[in-house]
Protein backbone atom coordinates (compact mmCIF):
# COMPACT_ATOMS: atom_id res chain seq x y z
CA UNK A 1 0.00 0.00 0.00
CA UNK A 2 1.20 3.43 -0.73
CA UNK A 3 -0.54 6.74 0.73
CA UNK A 4 0.32 9.88 -1.54
CA UNK A 5 0.04 13.45 -0.33
CA UNK A 6 -0.28 16.57 -2.73
CA UNK A 7 0.68 19.79 -1.26
CA UNK A 8 1.69 23.41 -2.88
CA UNK A 9 -1.70 24.36 -5.23
CA UNK A 10 -3.07 27.59 -4.82
CA UNK A 11 -4.15 30.70 -6.74
CA UNK A 12 -1.31 32.25 -9.39
CA UNK A 13 -1.47 35.06 -12.23
CA UNK A 14 -0.74 33.91 -15.94
CA UNK A 15 2.81 33.74 -15.46
CA UNK A 16 3.89 32.85 -12.64
CA UNK A 17 5.03 28.95 -11.13
CA UNK A 18 4.13 26.39 -8.17
CA UNK A 19 5.81 23.61 -7.15
CA UNK A 20 3.92 20.74 -6.24
CA UNK A 21 5.23 18.33 -3.75
CA UNK A 22 3.80 14.29 -3.60
CA UNK A 23 4.71 12.83 -0.65
CA UNK A 24 4.94 8.87 -0.43
CA UNK A 25 4.73 6.89 2.18
CA UNK A 26 3.91 3.35 2.69
CA UNK A 27 5.17 0.63 0.79
CA UNK A 28 7.43 3.48 -1.29
CA UNK A 29 9.96 0.78 -2.19
CA UNK A 30 7.79 -0.24 -4.76
CA UNK A 31 6.26 3.41 -5.83
CA UNK A 32 8.98 3.70 -8.70
CA UNK A 33 6.24 4.42 -11.05
CA UNK A 34 4.51 7.96 -10.31
CA UNK A 35 2.22 10.15 -12.68
CA UNK A 36 0.66 13.85 -11.62
CA UNK A 37 -2.57 13.97 -13.39
CA UNK A 38 -5.08 17.23 -13.34
CA UNK A 39 -8.95 17.31 -13.96
CA UNK A 40 -11.00 20.38 -14.73
CA UNK A 41 -14.48 20.96 -13.70
CA UNK A 42 -16.40 18.65 -16.29
CA UNK A 43 -13.44 17.73 -18.12
CA UNK A 44 -11.94 14.07 -17.96
CA UNK A 45 -8.73 13.71 -15.51
CA UNK A 46 -5.20 14.06 -18.31
CA UNK A 47 -2.09 12.59 -17.74
CA UNK A 48 0.66 16.26 -17.13
CA UNK A 49 3.89 13.64 -17.14
CA UNK A 50 4.92 11.01 -15.17
CA UNK A 51 8.51 9.93 -14.03
CA UNK A 52 10.43 6.25 -13.52
CA UNK A 53 11.78 7.36 -9.85
CA UNK A 54 14.39 4.48 -10.10
CA UNK A 55 16.15 6.08 -13.51
CA UNK A 56 14.47 9.87 -13.78
CA UNK A 57 12.98 9.09 -17.07
CA UNK A 58 10.46 11.89 -17.51
CA UNK A 59 7.50 11.89 -19.75
CA UNK A 60 5.35 15.10 -20.49
CA UNK A 61 2.03 15.76 -21.96
CA UNK A 62 2.50 18.19 -25.32
CA UNK A 63 1.06 20.86 -23.70
CA UNK A 64 2.89 21.42 -20.62
CA UNK A 65 6.28 20.43 -22.43
CA UNK A 66 8.82 22.98 -21.72
CA UNK A 67 7.02 24.36 -19.46
CA UNK A 68 6.38 21.91 -16.18
CA UNK A 69 9.15 19.73 -14.76
CA UNK A 70 8.95 16.91 -12.76
CA UNK A 71 11.44 15.75 -9.99
CA UNK A 72 12.25 13.49 -7.42
CA UNK A 73 13.99 13.53 -4.19
CA UNK A 74 14.66 9.80 -3.17
CA UNK A 75 15.72 10.46 0.02
CA UNK A 76 12.24 12.02 1.25
CA UNK A 77 9.69 9.52 -1.43
CA UNK A 78 8.52 12.86 -2.75
CA UNK A 79 8.31 13.86 -6.21
CA UNK A 80 7.82 17.26 -7.33
CA UNK A 81 6.05 19.08 -10.01
CA UNK A 82 7.64 22.63 -10.99
CA UNK A 83 5.29 24.64 -13.40
CA UNK A 84 5.96 27.63 -15.01
CA UNK A 85 4.79 29.94 -17.10
CA UNK A 86 1.69 29.09 -16.11
CA UNK A 87 -2.12 29.41 -17.85
CA UNK A 88 -5.88 30.12 -17.57
CA UNK A 89 -6.42 26.68 -19.02
CA UNK A 90 -3.57 25.33 -16.63
CA UNK A 91 -6.25 25.92 -13.89
CA UNK A 92 -7.24 22.29 -12.74
CA UNK A 93 -7.02 19.72 -9.45
CA UNK A 94 -3.47 18.58 -9.27
CA UNK A 95 -3.47 14.41 -8.76
CA UNK A 96 -0.51 12.51 -7.88
CA UNK A 97 -0.57 8.97 -8.77
CA UNK A 98 1.58 5.56 -8.18
CA UNK A 99 1.84 2.93 -9.94
CA UNK A 100 2.95 0.63 -6.63
CA UNK A 101 5.34 -1.46 -8.99
CA UNK A 102 8.06 -0.32 -11.30
CA UNK A 103 7.88 1.52 -14.44
CA UNK A 104 7.31 -1.46 -16.55
CA UNK A 105 5.99 -2.48 -19.75
CA UNK A 106 5.05 0.23 -22.48
CA UNK A 107 4.91 2.81 -19.47
CA UNK A 108 7.41 5.06 -22.01
CA UNK A 109 4.67 5.35 -24.36
CA UNK A 110 1.82 4.92 -22.21
CA UNK A 111 2.76 6.35 -19.21
CA UNK A 112 -0.69 8.89 -19.30
CA UNK A 113 -2.94 5.98 -18.72
CA UNK A 114 -5.15 6.70 -15.40
CA UNK A 115 -5.27 2.43 -15.37
CA UNK A 116 -1.20 2.00 -15.23
CA UNK A 117 -1.90 3.82 -11.73
CA UNK A 118 -3.52 1.87 -8.52
CA UNK A 119 -2.11 4.53 -5.76
CA UNK A 120 -3.89 8.17 -5.95
CA UNK A 121 -3.55 11.44 -3.66
CA UNK A 122 -6.52 13.90 -2.39
CA UNK A 123 -5.50 16.40 -4.79
CA UNK A 124 -4.71 19.97 -4.71
CA UNK A 125 -5.90 23.33 -6.59
CA UNK A 126 -3.83 25.14 -8.82
CA UNK A 127 -5.62 28.18 -10.00
CA UNK A 128 -4.66 30.25 -12.89
CA UNK A 129 -6.15 33.72 -13.81
CA UNK A 130 -5.78 35.94 -16.59
Known amino acids: QVQLVESGGGSVQAGGSLRLSCAASGDTDSSNCMGWFRQAPGKPREGVGAIATGSGVTRYANSVKGRFTISRDNTKSTVYLQMNSLKPEDTAMYYC???????????????????????WGQGTQVTVSS
Open 97 to 119: AAAGRPCAGNWYFDWFLISNYNY
